[in-house]
């Protein structure tokens, strides 16, 4: 075999290999304008501000211990779906408590067939199974209770003028009716749902 035919078959191979390297360097090479795009991003990653004081974690700490203090009052107005209703403001002792905080689970995860799972309903304290409406809930320094629910609310451990001056703000219960409630509830309690009711209409009638 000649030395020039040796030469003339290997000097495809060489191509052949070095043209992978030549296709690589141009689909990972970047254009200009990538170039620049990507230093001006790295640029403004720079001038980012970092943030040292913690505020939003300051806020979430601050709120946890209102939230914790059984002694903290919250002056909550409540604003009626009627727009000729005047907003009422209660205190509410400690805070609102939603009806999505439950002390037990939902579900519990039970083995199924071919190791699988599923999660069966669990019942509430109440023994009864299905969720319920959302709602929001206080109880008075007086362990009065008041639901929220359904009604646009503002709550402030500090009461403003507006809501002395331009809500009625519900402190006092009124005695009559607060009497006949507990005579009513004692007549419940004594297994006697009509003289509950007729108890409750001579209250309500005597306003």
């Known amino acids: 075999m000649q030395p020039g035919q040796r030469r003339r078959s290997i000097r495809p191979a060489h191509i052949a290999v070095l043209a992978p390297c030549f296709?690589?360097?141009a689909c990972t090479s970047q254009g200009p304008a990538a170039k620049q795009a990507q230093g001006n991003s790295e640029k403004l990653q720079s001038q980012v501000y970092?943030?040292?004081n913690n505020v939003e974690f300051q806020n979430y700490n601050e709120r946890q211990k209102v939230a914790d203090d059984p002694?903290?009052?919250?002056?909550?107005?409540a604003y009626p779906?009627?727009?000729?209703a005047k907003p009422l403001t209660f205190p509410i002792r400690g805070k609102l408590t939603s009806s999505d905080k439950r002390p037990y689970p939902t579900t519990v995860m039970q083995p199924?067939?071919?190791?699988?799972?599923?999660?069966?309903?669990?019942?509430?304290?109440?023994?009864?199974y299905g969720p319920s409406a959302e709602y929001r809930y206080g109880f008075t320094p007086a362990g009065?209770?008041?639901?929220?629910?359904?009604?646009?609310?503002?709550?402030?451990?500090?009461?403003?003028?507006?809501?002395?001056?331009?809500?009625?703000?519900?402190?006092?219960?009124?005695q009559g009716l607060t009497d006949a409630s507990a005579k009513a509830k004692a007549a419940l309690q004594a297994g006697d749902p009509t003289k509950a009711t007729q108890i409750l209409q001579q209250a309500i009638g005597g306003q």
């Open 23 to 25: 296709l690589l360097v």
């Open 50 to 52: 970092v943030q040292h």
């Open 71 to 77: 002694a903290t009052i919250l002056w909550c107005t």
């Open 81 to 84: 779906t009627n727009s000729n």
């Open 112 to 128: 199924g067939t071919n190791d699988s799972s599923y999660s069966p309903e669990v019942p509430g304290p109440d023994s009864m």
């Open 144 to 174: 009065i209770y008041v639901d929220f629910t359904g009604l646009e609310t503002v709550c402030t451990t500090q009461p403003t003028v507006y809501q002395k001056q331009k809500t009625d703000i519900v402190f006092q219960a009124d």
